[in-house]
């Protein structure tokens, strides 16, 4: 079946502009991870949902970051008046449950890759 | 606060030598879950195994070896007749079951494996 899918692949801003970035889940997984990982790191997490419900957004660095799920399935990452370190590959993983209620495997997209100019 | 330690930035061998990659990571929680994930040149990122910390008995896939000791509180993973196609970022990651309901992954930094013919 289909994988996680994101777009666009690419994105490319200039300082202050917003930008909505998309995930689309494998059907029927419940929770959804977004994680943004800088160039020669390992991905750092931002947020989940379980459904449409955000769970923890302990990761979202700051309040220009916002994260919805609103019905259950497609989710859309909004940056406000993006940075230049903001800058990144935004990655999108999904799962059947939750990790923490035993786990399963987290399926990642493929990305977008943000550019703020 | 969870952490994952790779020590190892980047380890190159020659085509069929066996490689230990080390993954070091710290957890207040009796429950949690440790896996790893291939990163290749293409930059996806692939799961190569979960493992819940009740679960101490190391695992074999192939030519892929996992190491779990709790009492080192490392996971390190091991190739054995490593080949070109081995060549990627590997990183190991942890979630940990306790406390704010935060349920996404927190990574190393990677372990860049380069596999020279």
């Known amino acids: 079946g289909a994988g996680v899918s994101q777009s666009p692949r690419y994105k490319v801003t200039k300082r202050g502009q917003d930008v909505a970035l998309r995930c689309d889940p494998i059907?029927?997984?419940?929770?959804l991870y977004w994680y943004r990982q800088a160039l020669g790191q390992g991905p750092e997490f931002l947020t989940y949902?379980?459904?449409?419900?955000?769970?923890?957004k302990s990761g979202l660095p700051n309040d220009r970051f916002s994260a919805e799920r609103p019905e259950g399935s497609i989710s859309t990452l909004t940056i406000q008046r993006t940075e230049q370190r903001d800058s990144a590959m935004y990655r999108c993983?999904?799962?059947?449950?939750?990790?923490?209620?035993?786990?399963?495997?987290?399926?990642f997209g493929p990305g977008t890759r943000l550019t703020v100019t | 606060a969870q952490k994952v330690t790779q020590a190892q930035t980047e380890i190159s061998v020659v085509e069929k030598e066996d490689v230990t990659l080390d993954c070091v990571y710290e957890?207040?929680?009796?429950?949690?879950?440790l896996f790893w994930y291939k990163q290749p040149p293409s930059g996806e990122l692939v799961f190569l195994i979960r493992?819940?910390?009740?679960?101490?008995q190391n695992e074999i896939s192939g030519r892929y070896s996992w190491n779990f000791q709790k009492s080192t509180s490392s996971f390190n993973f091991t190739i054995t007749a490593s080949q070109v196609v081995d060549s990627a970022v590997y990183f190991c990651?942890?979630?940990?079951?306790?406390?704010?309901?935060?349920?996404?992954?927190?990574f190393g930094k990677g372990t860049h494996l380069i596999i020279q013919p």
């Open positions: 993983a999904s799962s059947l449950e939750s990790l923490l209620a035993g786990g399963g495997e987290q399926y």
């Open positions: 059907s029927g997984h419940v929770s």
């Open positions: 949902f379980n459904y449409e419900a955000q769970q923890d």
């Open positions: 957890t207040r929680d009796t429950t949690y879950y």
């Open positions: 493992r819940n910390s009740f679960d101490e």
């Open positions: 990651a942890l979630v940990f079951q306790g406390g704010g309901g935060a349920d996404g992954l927190t």
